[in-house]
């Protein structure tokens, strides 16, 4: 982990939203990690959201199975998460961000 001179973690926390169009699923998905994102790590996130219907290539390369599905792929570990990020609680505590 990366740390600045006040002791704070400055990894920037990386993400993948594989969504279908906008289907009200994926609208809720975008919006809820958009809402955990920007409570939690502020300005200190990248989110890429990718469209399977636009780039079905990313979506074969990074196996994904069902919609919407969140990748935290930086900071170690990597975690999936399945479904439209609605129960908040579970969101962070699979992220391992803390309330």
């Known amino acids: 982990m990366d740390y600045s001179a006040d002791g704070t973690n400055t990894t920037k926390h990386k993400f993948m ?8 699923k994926s609208g809720h998905a975008i919006e809820n990690l958009r809402r955990i994102c920007d409570k939690y ?7 890429e959201i990718v469209d399977i219907n636009r780039d079905t290539e990313s979506a074969i ?7 919407p599905t ?13 479904g439209d990020l609605s129960d908040r609680e579970k969101v962070l505590r699979i ?3 803390s309330e």
Do not use: C, W
Request: glycine residues 2%; positive net charge.
């Open 17 to 24: 939203l594989f969504v279908s169009g906008m289907s009200v």
């Open 41 to 47: 790590l502020k300005d200190n996130y990248e989110l």
């Open 61 to 67: 390369t990074h196996q994904i199975v069902a919609i």
């Open 70 to 82: 969140l990748i935290k792929i930086q900071p170690a570990p990597r975690r999936i998460i399945l």
């Open 95 to 97: 992220l391992n961000l």
